[in-house]
């Protein structure tokens, strides 16, 4: 095995490529990362009433995630403890056990093993049904409406986690009084990409959008004046978060409640609304749009186009996305409609702006089937030297917004995880990082 | 006391339509001239053919067990690939004809199999039509996908060049997950 000290240099801004494509590096991801790290699992909305499911995945292992009896949100392992089968098979639902189809074993809303068939013949009743439960996901959070799971007992709270994203994070999800909801429904499709690409673009990357989605505005609008929508505008040029391997890139706006994209109702709706929002987050905050986001380590989300998304990883060269629209949970239908469509018409496989993304990252990992290709390091030094701690309404760590700082980040904390350091020792390392950084920093 | 499996085989509508061969022949050359202008990438052309008022729709689908299958496709106002009206849908056609459209520059090659051509005629002359589709799409240097479904046609008669305009269409897809990279060609 490689050195994985040696794979990604957070401060020089170098990757070697073996970190998409080595399949040892990729299991020990499932274990170091995707084990290790607060994972999305469904949204509130997603489960409207008790017994309420989705089936979802952390990293590669199917769970389920369930509303309980008393309104909770428990998940579990979807594998059989007898000899491993699925236990559901259907996408969502509404149950009150799951039954194994393989030889009948059932499990009620948390995943306990209630029901053996034949038990008294064929176990002669020595089975003890509490030691065979499925494996539960042993601590689910729920943030604002977001459930998260962990299989890690040692990984700080959820809240601690996100650091400053809180920040970011909330101006998305705690703008409204009555929260969000997701559109019901997912989008699903398959890219023969890592991982760690899709991840990192939400996190990092506003510099490929001019020139990967110069196509995505012809189709939005007709005339060629109204293409610059997404020009950093004067007043507010834009910056680039990160910290903690989560990072977000925002853009200002002169005033919350206009847009264009989702047309006249929605902005109508918004701009009756609007309150809400200077109340909850603030005009620093509400007169920002955060553009893209990533909750490290896949869990993603735009602030333009209303799409949140897990990246799934599907061995070191294939994702799944799992993508939803979210919309305010009091936003009328005819409110909502010109979001949910200009999401689904910008983000998605069919997107105008999405489907260029999907074909940079296959060729991506096309190229690196070539043994020079993999041994090629590539460049992640965008604003090197130019982190500025506490910029005006920028908490946390923030850049030019285009940069790669937040790739370095996340880049970074990929590393730790993977060379299996604690998340005590992480933390410690944060610390003396922190300090080093005060240190460089121009007076 | 009925079980389900005794509900499956209780009797249905007659599937099959009592329609006249020369409909049934226009209907059909109809749409293979409409596949014949996407996969000789006239896009501006094939536009065309749709209705001002014209809903073209790609509804995404879920895994569901039988007794909650009328979930199983989402509906109006949930969750979709493509919800569009014609302004949107020429904004795709003036974006893949831009030449910087990454994902169709160079751009893929299709062949479009339609069959199962099925007519309800509607008492004022307009048609329902539902078609099985099956489209190899084959890009770059060795990325292919098939695209398989059913599409859910409302045709108007019209005048000129071609016999109809689409003034409603559904697609979908025989896929919960979407085995390809995008969707990037039409359907
Ligand atoms: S594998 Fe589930 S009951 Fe046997
Ligand atoms: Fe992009």
Known sequence: MVDIGTLVDSKQGLINPLIYTDPALYQLELDRVFGRSWLFLAHESQLPNRGSFVQTYMGEDPVLVVRQRDASVKAFLNQCRHRGMRICRADAGTNKTFTCSYHGWAYDLEGNLINVPLEERAYHNQIDKSQWGATKVPRVQSYKGFYFGTWSDEVPEFEEYLGEMKYYFDAAVDRWDNGLEFVKGATKWVIDCNWKFAAEQFTSDMYHAPISHASAMVALFEDPAMRSLFDPSPHDQGRQFAGHGHGTGSMGIPEFGPDILAGPEYSAWQIANRDQVYNRLGTDRAHKIMIHNNIFPNFSWLGTASTMRVWHPRGPGQIEVWAWTYVPKDAPESARKGVREVTQRTFSPAGVFETDDGENWTEIQQVMRGWKARSTLFNAQMGLGFEQRDYPGMPGMSNDLYSEMGARGFYQRWQDLMKNLSWKEIAELDA??????????PA | MSTAVDQAVEAGPSTFRPTSMELQHRVEKFFSAEAELLDDHRYTDWVQLFTEDVHYWLPTRMTRTIRERDQEVAAAGENALIDDDLTALRG???????????????????????????????????LDVRSNFCIYRSRLERHQDWFVGERFDLLRPAEGAYPYRIASRK?????????????????
Not at chain 2, 92 to 109: A, D, K, L, M
Not at chain 2, 173 to 186: R, V
Request: hydrophobic share 35%.
């Open chain 2, 171 to 187: 697609v979908v897809f025989e896929q919960t997950t979407i085995l390809a990279p995008s969707i990037s060609i039409f359907f």
């Open chain 2, 92 to 126: 795709r056609v003036r974006r893949v004809t831009s030449g910087i459209q990454w994902s169709e520059e160079p751009p893929s090659r299709t062949r479009r199999l339609i069959t199962n051509v099925r007519i309800d005629e509607r008492g004022d002359g307009e």
């Open chain 1, 432 to 441: 003396q990082r922190r300090a080093a950084e005060q240190e460089v920093q």
